[in-house]
């Protein structure tokens, strides 16, 4: 049977083989998910919004060749494991750091209390008039942040990675300009605003530099940060604020995330225990990387993704609409000779 | 709708591949036009259920999906009105209007107690109202009631007086102002309507009631003194309407007044602290049948246990409805239910005719193509004798994982039963299918029939627990062969079915209109379901190359097995959401129990003594004793996840005044839960406490397991006496 629908015939196929009937259910709302999340979120993946549909790669990513049936239907279920964040995921996170934990580093710098009569317009003023929004790198929509909490009058919202490496290879007074502009502008601070950290290794040392250049509160946002990136923040924050500054207990710097990827978000976590799905991906994961050894030689990129071998959690399950991010499984995003990918990923920096 | 198909082309030339689903909308009653109810309702049972169109109260009661609201809605002008409509365009008997000539002298005013929002009112109360507080409301819902009826009933009169030539001048407007001033100063209104001069002011201060009583309801300001002090008490007020209206010529002395109360379930309130209102308010519609007046006949749309819950039917003093008297009952499942004589079966007739007015609706020109679409049997193809199924299920038959003989079996049995997997009986009946190779189903039989029986022999010999040595039957003269075994085999096929596909490590099959009609359960519903399902998988699952017309169904068996499953998947998810006290999840957790437990016998029972396990019997005076298990059974019925039906015991020590009911599983359960959906022989003559003990484990009802029964004590006077049932 040539079926119209594959990955229908795939399924019922495992629910004829399988007289559980709990398991034959299961396989059953996963697909009617998969279904539903490629309606509202999967189809507007930005590097594949116009080649193939999400059912269209999905079924060629079940049926890539040499996995076994077993693996293919743990494809399938891995599938629904997918963390997936849409840009109305992403609107929704953009104004939720705008409403708490910037609005909560802004009333905390200035001393705004609660009871007072005139809190709100006071906040106001300090979060649309006197902070300054950046990205760190130009993944962060940064006008789509300011937008949709409406913050209007920033005519620059400069790259700060950008700035930080075409300032240094020029001139090291151009990092003054920066500092000056802020001052021109009346900025009393600068929210750095990222959409997805992971290892910390793209953002770190452009977060450390501003701190250094702009002599203002800096208070760092990443919308979704993996825990080792988390970590290294906490731990930047914590030596900043050890550190004399110039305004007595205005810490220079702050770290607040909007979303942080539990251990559920990674196939493999050495916090917590093995779940028997995200083991085989594992196992699947290091089975297909060893097969494409043109990727290994070109990169660093493992079977789990970017990561440090001391990493704690390693083969990130997460896509966003926009890309995704090298750390996830490279089954998810990688293409080669030998792989259809489920998510394509376009990269920044050549392999 | 989608178009038509193109006139000169067949469905397979049809494109884009995908056709519109003509089951995509299960509940025709609320979200379909008036003009499509024609064309999808069917009046098998109209008949049947003419008590509806006659004088005298009626509870129509049935499960959820059995087509209660469907045919209540019957009533409507509304629906006559789309009758005349679609028959003009069409002339077909399919879409004339159904209700007998004779029996369409009425007017009629529906209510339904879930999507009116006369129930809204109950939000008025305090958080713990007093016994005054509800009182005071039951007065209200009371007016609320009549005054909803009668803005209905005018309603109508209006819609029958713009179409005289439909309704045969059933009613005369010109009559109709001097109806209002009658009306109005009739005392049951207490001066409420004294305003009123003709039919528009009348109408508006009808209107202004309900207004305020939903504006009330809604928060959105008091109840007027005005209204307080001027309510009127349940029904008179619509019976004197009627009697006005027979007074003043505005229908004639012979034209029937209806009012239709659907969704009577409603005022099973869940909420603790409303439980005595819905009591309340129960009653006071019981009161309303009570008075058994001629004057308005009311039609009760209930849910099975709905109507008559806990036993009670009581009126405002404490006095019981009775049946036959104060109203007649139609029952839509008894009606459709399967009786011994399989031809005359009443939802075999509702089906095809549902089935068929569906996708003509849909395709009208498919009645034309080669394959006959719009026939039910054509679409689904008959049904799998058991050998097709194992056929189908078992690709390659392995005798010792199939037929699973320990050491014990001695080798003549073993001989004899491995000749017949190996098809080497000649002319046994129900054989396999020429091209399969094996023949596990009778040689699963015949290894029961030796464990049943012990081999041949006197009846004595039989009664030993283990396989003698005698000789295994050597023709198919012998019993379990021969005609004098018809039935064991038969009774037997769906059991041996079961347990060779479980050993295969495989689910079930199912195909075929007959097994799909038997799915269905009887509810027009499920087989909605059933179909939608199938021709979604049918679209989905199949490629562009095209229809074989010699083929014996249109949907291959695969896909239509597949379907079937992903049905049953559906109707269980549907359960667990469905409200109920206890509610839907809490009762499909018992009904996983039960369905375990039966499977388990039926798989274990390795002799096949006990065929009809597939569902469970109880004594009612047991189940009565143990109130919170009895209202668990009766909501699971009364939902439909278990069918009920009398069960007259064939134990001669059991007395007829102590009678049983039995209960199966929903069979469109059966294709999840992997039992077989048909009732063969006697279901597991359960005691209480094995049925307790489920609800106990599924966490349905509270308590701890009851401890197992004692072992039955041996006698042990005389150790040379061999006990009579050794170990």
């Given at each position: 049977m040539n079926a119209r629908d594959p990955i229908l015939k795939l399924v019922t196929d495992w629910q004829a083989e399988n007289p559980d009937r709990d398991v034959s259910a299961r396989l059953g709302h996963i697909r009617e998910n998969l279904l539903f999340l490629e309606r509202i979120k999967f189809n507007q993946y930005v590097p594949t919004r116009y080649s193939a549909k999400f059912s269209v790669r999905f079924h060629r990513w079940l049926s890539n060749t040499r996995i076994s049936s077993a693996q293919q239907r743990d494809l399938f279920e891995f599938a629904d494991r997918i963390a997936f964040f849409s840009s109305d995921d992403f609107i929704a996170m953009f104004q939720n750091a705008f409403s708490g934990p910037i609005s909560r580093w802004c009333m905390k710098l200035v001393g705004i209390q609660l009871n007072q009569s005139d809190w709100l317009s006071r906040l106001n003023e300090e979060r649309f008039r006197y902070t300054w929004f950046c990205p760190v790198t130009d993944s962060m929509p940064i006008s789509d942040f300011h937008h949709v909490n409406g913050i209007a009058g920033k005519n620059y919202r400069p790259v700060f990675r950008d700035l930080m490496r075409f300032a240094k290879r020029t001139d090291p007074s151009d990092e003054n300009k920066i500092h000056r502009y802020a001052q021109k502008e009346g900025y009393k601070r600068v929210v750095l605003l990222e959409d997805f950290v992971a290892t910390s290794v793209q953002t770190f040392k452009t977060v450390e530099w501003a701190v250094e250049t702009l002599k203002l509160p800096v208070l760092f946002c990443p919308m979704i940060i993996a825990p080792e990136g988390a970590n290294k923040y906490r731990e930047l924050e914590n030596s900043l604020a050890q550190t004399p500054n110039q305004g007595a207990g205005t810490p220079m710097f702050e770290f607040a995330p909007v979303f942080e990827l539990g251990n559920d978000c990674f196939v493999y976590s050495a916090d917590a225990t093995p779940d028997t799905l995200f083991a085989r991906i594992r196992a699947l994961a290091e089975q297909i990387h060893g097969r494409n050894t043109n990727v290994q030689q070109q990169s660093k990129e493992g079977p789990l993704g970017?990561?440090?071998?001391?990493?704690?959690?390693?083969?990130?399950?997460v896509v966003m609409f926009s890309n995704t991010p090298n750390n996830s499984l490279p089954l998810l995003h990688r293409e080669t000779d030998q792989w259809s990918p489920l998510f394509l990923r376009v990269d920044r920096c050549p392999l | 709708m989608e178009p038509t198909l193109p006139k000169s082309g067949s469905l397979s030339a049809m494109n884009p591949p995908y056709l519109t689903n003509p089951f995509a909308e299960a509940y025709v009653t609320h979200t379909v036009s008036d003009e499509n109810f024609v064309r999808f309702f069917s009046p098998v049972l109209v008949k049947s259920a003419s008590a509806i169109l006659q004088a005298g109260n009626v509870v129509i009661k049935g499960t959820q999906g059995s087509g209660k609201s469907m045919l209540l809605r019957l009533l409507d002008p509304e629906i006559r009105v789309a009758y005349f409509n679609v028959n003009q365009q069409q002339q077909s008997p399919d879409t004339r209007y159904p209700v007998p000539r004779n029996l369409r002298k009425f007017i009629s005013a529906r209510v339904d107690l879930n999507k009116s929002g006369l129930l809204d009112i109950a939000s008025t109360l305090p958080a713990k109202p007093a016994h005054e507080d509800i009182a005071d409301l039951t007065k209200s819902f009371a007016d609320f009631f009549n005054y909803w009826l009668l803005r209905g009933l005018l309603v109508c009169i209006e819609k029958i007086g713009e179409s005289p030539a439909i309704f045969d001048d059933?009613?005369?407007?010109?009559h109709r102002d001097v109806f209002a001033s009658s009306l109005s100063a009739q005392d049951c209104w207490f001066g409420a309507l004294s305003s009123v001069t003709d039919w528009g002011s009348l109408q508006q201060a009808v209107k202004d009631r309900v207004t305020a009583y939903r504006a009330w309801a809604n928060g959105n300001r008091e109840l007027p003194a005005t209204i307080r002090q001027s309510r009127t008490m349940i029904g008179e007020p619509l019976s004197r309407a009627s009697e006005q209206l027979k007074a003043t010529g505005v229908i004639a002395a012979d034209t029937h007044v209806f009012a239709t109360i659907d969704?009577?379930?409603?005022?099973?309130?869940?909420d603790e602290n409303r439980r005595e209102l819905g009591e309340r308010l129960r009653r006071e519609l019981h009161e309303v049948l009570g008075k058994r007046d001629d004057r308005v006949s009311y039609r009760i749309g209930a849910r099975r246990y709905a109507w008559s819950k806990g036993g009670s039917l009581a009126m405002r003093d404490g006095r019981q409805l009775e049946e036959g008297r104060d109203f007649q009952t139609v029952d839509i499942d008894a009606l459709l239910r399967r009786g011994e004589n399989a031809k005359g079966w009443a939802f075999r007739c509702l089906a095809r005719d549902v089935f068929k007015r569906r996708v003509l609706t849909t395709f009208p020109n498919s009645a034309s193509e080669q394959m006959d679409l719009a026939k039910a049997e054509r679409f689904f193809g008959p049904s799998p004798s058991s050998q097709e199924v194992i056929a189908a299920a078992i690709k390659q038959p392995d005798f010792d994982r199939l037929i699973k003989l320990d050491s014990d079996w001695p080798k003549p049995w073993r001989t004899a039963i491995k000749n017949v997997f190996r098809k080497n009986l000649k002319d046994i009946p129900q054989p396999p299918p020429e091209h399969y190779p094996y023949d596990p189903l009778n040689a699963l039989l015949l290894a029961a029939w030796g464990q049943q029986t012990g081999g041949k022999g006197k009846a004595a010999e039989r009664m030993r627990r283990h396989v003698c040595a005698d000789h295994p039957p050597q023709s198919v003269a012998e019993a379990p062969w021969n005609k004098a075994k018809l039935y064991w085999r038969k009774e037997r096929y769906p059991q041996a079915v079961l347990q060779l596909i479980s050993r295969h490590q495989q689910r079930m099959l199912w195909w075929g209109i007959d097994k799909v009609l038997s799915l269905c359960g009887s509810n027009i519903l499920r087989f909605i379901t059933i179909c939608r399902v199938t021709w979604d998988y049918w679209q989905r699952l199949s490629d562009d190359s095209p229809t074989d017309h010699a083929a014996t169904s249109i949907v291959s068996s695969d896909i239509q097995s597949r379907a079937i499953f992903e049905a049953s998947r559906k109707v269980h998810e549907a359960l667990t959401r469905q409200p109920g006290q206890p509610a839907g999840d809490v009762r499909s957790w018992f009904l996983n129990e039960i369905a375990s437990w039966l499977r388990s016998r039926l798989l274990d029972d390795k002799a096949m003594s006990?065929?009809?396990?597939n569902g469970f019997s109880l004594r009612v005076s047991e189940l009565n004793k143990h109130p919170e298990l009895q209202q668990l059974i009766e909501e699971a019925v009364g939902w439909g996840d278990l069918y009920e039906t009398d069960h007259t015991s064939k134990i001669k020590t059991e007395k007829s005044s102590d009678p049983r009911k039995k209960y199966y599983i929903n069979p469109a359960l059966s294709p999840f839960y992997d039992l077989p959906e048909a009732h063969t022989k006697e279901p597991v003559y359960a005691k209480l406490e094995d049925i307790l003990k489920l609800a106990i484990n599924a966490k349905a009802i509270p308590g701890s397991a009851p401890p197992p029964e004692p072992e039955p004590k041996k006698p042990n006077e005389n150790p040379d006496q061999l006990w009579l049932f050794p170990n």
């Open positions: 970017y990561w440090n071998e001391d990493s704690r959690q390693k083969g990130a399950t | 059933l009613v005369l407007l010109e969704q009577i379930e409603a005022l099973w309130m869940q006990n065929p009809g396990h």
